[in-house]
């Protein structure tokens, strides 16, 4: 029962690495994680599920204008992994996810990172094997905060930190045990901001900072709660931008901002309303990008196979994939 509610975007999408350079891009997918990697200027894609069900590992490189597929070895084909960048090392953390057709296989517990060219791995220990976890880098602190997911048998509300070398758990109370939030660093707080989430049971709306020391519970509660949302920081207006969401059946197309004390609509006429599992926000060109993901339209659930971006005073438009 646990398992089938958590793999329940996975069964909405059912319903529904050679070097190569290709314009049609990574396709129809969900539960892929999606970075930008600020050092380069670029967004990495990897891995997530296509209609087939069938984890992906593959790794793909936006330039802005287009997708390319890069090659090399690297983490197993998984999904609902969690990653962000350590702006101060300038590569990507990439820590679990689940492998294994459908709802099947085990979630991992393995860390690996990116340097731009290839991918490493670089432990092996620390925070159990989960899928559905966040992480965010607080670059004060340079941790990489990993909070919650599931862990194959329940859902998690722990807290970790990796400093480079190892994973430490740091805090095992705050925010009740939920999965997926939407989780970033917020540079001007200098706070990792947790917001909604979602259990067995319900989806969550309450909003909480983390210092480094504790988790503090603030008076800025999401319009409505949700989980499957994505949430990433806007250094030149310092607000967090999140979009999407689901809870239960319901689900969400609109983009928010939150300043720091409350929460504002910007937008909710972009794309197909969606539970969604990653954003980046491209601080370079000013946008914020999303791929795929599970759709919701008339003719039931599907999976999107395009890319879209949000750049304020333009709005949502889709710049890659083909037509859903």
Not at 33 to 48: H, I, M, N, P, S
């Amino acid at each position: 029962m646990a398992r089938k509610l958590i793999g329940r975007t996975l069964l909405m999408a059912l319903i529904a690495l050679p070097a190569t350079t290709q314009s049609v891009g990574p396709g129809p997918r969900h539960g892929h994680e999606l970075v930008y990697d600020a050092g380069r200027g670029v967004t990495l894609l990897f891995g997530g599920f296509g209609p087939d069900g069938i984890p992906k590992g593959d790794t793909w490189l936006w330039s802005g204008t287009a997708w390319r597929r890069v090659s090399g070895a690297g983490p197993s084909a998984r999904k609902w992994a969690a990653a962000t960048y350590d702006s101060r090392r300038q590569r990507i953390v990439l820590h679990g996810g689940r492998t294994g057709e459908g709802q099947s296989g085990p979630s991992l517990g393995d860390t690996w990172v990116w340097d731009g060219s290839r991918w490493s791995r670089v432990a092996t220990d620390g925070p159990s094997g989960r899928d559905h976890h966040r992480l965010a880098y607080d670059a004060v602190r340079d941790r990489v905060v990993l909070f919650g997911g599931w862990d194959g048998q329940k859902v998690v509300g722990d807290t970790w930190e990796w400093d480079g070398t190892e994973w430490v758990l740091i805090a095992a109370e705050g925010p009740s045990p939920r999965a997926p939030v939407g989780l970033a660093y917020h540079e001007e707080k200098g706070t990792v901001v947790l917001a909604g989430g979602q259990d067995l049971d319900r989806a969550y709306g309450d909003v909480w900072s983390w210092d480094g020391l504790e988790w503090r519970l603030l008076d800025a509660d999401l319009p409505s709660a949700r989980g499957f949302h994505a949430m990433a920081y806007v250094p030149d207006s310092k607000e967090l931008l999140l979009f999407g969401g689901r809870d239960g059946d319901r689900l969400f197309n609109e983009l928010l901002t939150w300043d720091g004390a409350k929460w504002q609509l910007v937008s909710s006429d972009g794309p197909v309303r969606r539970g969604i599992y990653a954003s980046a926000y491209d601080a370079r060109r000013g946008e914020l990008l999303i791929h795929g993901s599970g759709t919701l339209g008339d003719d039931g659930w599907a999976l999107d196979s395009r890319t879209w971006v949000w750049r304020r005073g333009a709005g949502w438009s889709a710049v890659a994939g083909g037509d859903d």
